[in-house]
């Protein structure tokens, strides 16, 4: 088939596909304009990483360092390679990376990539369920649950200035 005979089928694709292209783009522009000044300074300090709205909610608040001040969490990715991470914005200006290309403890290994797709603050006041043979764990200080396709999950949690892992459940 000659070039001209396809371009009308070629029109008519952008017609129908162009309004979806500028939704998503949309979407993702209120995203970033709903993320507080302070994490876009914080993510733009990270060399290689963009803010990742994967998840209907791409920014999570709570007392993660347990100082009694607003932290924020959000997903980010890096930019070469796409590994998915969340990005620990702490009060007291310190942030950390967890994934998006920095290993991280993740269940039983270590991974660079974060392939979650459920997250949540978990409260500290809320009973932690625990996985088999392990301690109990309290926390003093709002944690990060994380889940894959309703199956796998563990929470996240600063302590002594730097991320831990916590397995809930396979």
């Known amino acids: 088939m000659r070039l001209r005979q396809l371009i ?12 979806h292209c500028v939704a998503a783009q949309t979407a993702t522009d209120e995203n970033a304009s709903r ?7 914080a993510i733009e300090r990270v060399n290689g990483i963009v803010l990742d709205c994967r998840l209907p909610t791409c920014v999570l608040k709570g007392d993660f360092a347990g100082q009694g001040k607003t932290d924020y969490a959000v997903l980010v990715a890096q930019k070469k390679t796409k590994a998915r991470g ?26 660079k990539d974060l392939n979650f797709d459920e997250w949540e603050v978990y409260p500290k006041d809320k009973v932690i369920e625990s996985g088999e043979n392990q301690p ?9 649950l ?25």
């Open 146 to 170: 994380v889940s894959y396709h309703e199956s796998a999950s563990g929470l996240f949690y600063w302590l002594h200035g730097r991320a831990h892992w916590y397995q809930q459940g396979d």
């Open 35 to 41: 993320v507080p000044a302070r994490v876009m300074k």
């Open 86 to 111: 969340i990005l620990l914005v702490l009060a007291n200006g310190q942030s950390a990376l967890l994934g998006a290309g920095n290993a991280v403890q993740y269940g039983a290994a270590s991974y």
């Open 8 to 19: 009308p089928t070629i029109c008519l694709l952008i017609v129908i596909c162009a309004p």
């Open 136 to 144: 109990i764990l309290k926390l003093s200080r709002d944690s990060l």
